[in-house]
């Protein structure tokens, strides 16, 4: 089996095969690890999926009346029960798109488009990269980034 320690300034990671396992720093942001972990290893599109703890969250809601999104801050120590998303090509450039659901000390949930969260504990997740890349192309429409195969099947 074929297996690599990797490490980054706000994460560590093992590669097994073609999969990765990775763990973000305490007191990290999620999006600027995972960012900076898909650039170092130039994954252009996969799968991501995590759990952990993080002691604030800025969540996102499309509103496609106004097609913006609007953010709310969560300020306190809450449980990640999912981080699940995606990776593709966007102007040229990796983008991240991640989905997030967060308990909370009442044993409620909230969830949304995750904009950001620093971690606080542990924060462990998969990565499932692909070998070609997926591109988005914003839908003027809608008014969000969908995936445009006809530009993906033109790399090939």
């Known amino acids: 089996m074929t297996e690599r320690i990797l490490e980054g300034e706000l994460w ?17 942001s999620i999006v600027q690890a995972l960012n900076d972990f898909i ?3 130039n994954i252009k599109s996969g799968q991501v999926t995590g759990i952990g703890a993080v002691s604030e969250a ?3 809601f499309f509103d496609f009346t106004t097609k913006n999104y609007v953010d709310k801050k969560f300020d306190e120590q809450m449980e990640v029960t999912n ?9 040229d450039k990796p983008l991240l798109h991640l989905h997030i659901t967060l308990g909370r000390q009442d044993y409620s949930a ?4 995750l904009q950001d969260a620093k971690i606080r504990g542990a924060g462990e997740f998969f990565f499932y990269p692909m070998e070609i890349p997926v591109f988005k192309t ?17 790399q090939f």
């Open 12 to 28: 560590t990671a093992k590669k097994i095969k073609n999969n990765y396992i990775v763990s973000i720093k305490d007191q990290s």
């Open 39 to 41: 650039l170092n290893q």
């Open 58 to 60: 800025t969540l996102r």
């Open 83 to 91: 981080i699940s998303g995606n990776v593709s090509v966007t102007e």
């Open 110 to 113: 909230i969830a949304g488009h």
């Open 138 to 154: 914003k839908n003027e429409d809608i008014g969000i980034n969908l995936y445009d195969f006809e530009k993906s099947d033109d």
